[in-house]
């Protein structure tokens, strides 16, 4: 093994785990975190009642959005890829235009995600 691969990468203060476990181990499980001197995060909520009112209103948009920021692309340059006009990008990530099977296929495809999620 090299030298470089000997090195531990990254060093770490804290780190946080997420772990399914039994029910009936969920008392063992605590005192062991707090063992290590840990504690246990037990507020949790589902992700989309952590955006704010409205947010998701056109949830289709904003995954588009996203996705599009996600890859480092602009509007124009995933109008080239996926010969959409810029401006129905636009429109569509501005919830103003509907995106349509046949456009959630295509820009799927250029943002390496499945077309559903543009439905």
């Not at 588009?64 to 996926?82: D, H, N, W």
Request: proline share 6%.
């Amino acid at each position: 093994m090299s030298e470089v691969m000997k090195k531990r990468l990254i060093e770490k203060e804290s780190c946080i785990i997420h772990a399914n476990i039994p029910a009936s181990k969920w008392d063992d499980a605590i005192k062991a975190v707090q063992k290590l001197g840990g504690y246990v995060i037990e507020e949790s909520v589902p992700w989309r009642e952590a955006f704010p009112p409205g947010y998701l209103e056109n949830e289709p948009a904003v995954l588009l959005k996203g996705a599009r920021a996600r890859e480092e692309l602009t509007q124009e340059r995933l109008s080239a890829m996926t010969k959409i006009p810029r401006r129905h990008i636009s429109e569509m990530e501005n919830g103003k235009r509907p995106i349509g099977k046949e456009n959630a296929r295509k820009l799927a495809e250029a943002l390496k995600t499945n077309y559903r999620v543009f439905l």
